[in-house]
């Protein structure tokens, strides 16, 4: 089993930048698949982006694309969401999660991670 702690949320203006981080103990990192996803305010929870076990393949939720990245180091037990040129729309709780047996493919396709952190708060002003 596998702990997830996020951490690099909070209030930045509109146009601004925010680097999230997930930090994992547990079971050995690199045998996970990772991602995150948000949930904002009276909406269900999306997938934001995916990476895979070796970092070589990264997924993007449309509303994600050219504007976040992911990227992981193993060696650090962490995986990454740098968001840039936040918009109001962002604003969400943000969400790290790892699965084990599942490709990070399977999660873009709607497969939800059999593991997630407590999340972190993002929010964006206008």
């Known amino acids: 089993q596998v702990q997830l702690v996020e951490s690099g949320g909070g209030l930045v203006q509109a146009g601004g930048s925010l680097r999230l981080s997930c930090a994992a103990s547990?079971?050995?990192?690199?045998?996970?698949?990772m991602a995150w996803f948000r949930q904002a305010p009276g909406k269900e929870r999306e997938f934001v982006a995916a990476?895979?076990?070796?970092?070589?393949?990264?997924y993007y939720a449309d509303s994600a694309k050219g504007r976040f990245t992911i990227s992981r180091d193993n060696a650090k037990n962490t995986v990454y969401l740098q968001m840039n040129s936040l918009k109001p729309e962002d604003t969400a709780v943000y969400y790290c999660?790892?699965?084990?047996?599942?490709?990070?493919?399977?999660?873009?396709?709607?497969?939800?991670?059999?593991?997630w952190g407590q999340g972190t708060q993002v929010t964006v002003s206008s």
């Open positions: 990476i895979t076990r070796g970092g070589s393949s990264t």
């Open positions: 999660a790892a699965d084990l047996k599942r490709a990070a493919s399977q999660i873009v396709t709607g497969t939800l991670p059999d593991y």
């Open positions: 547990g079971r050995s990192f690199s045998t996970y698949a």
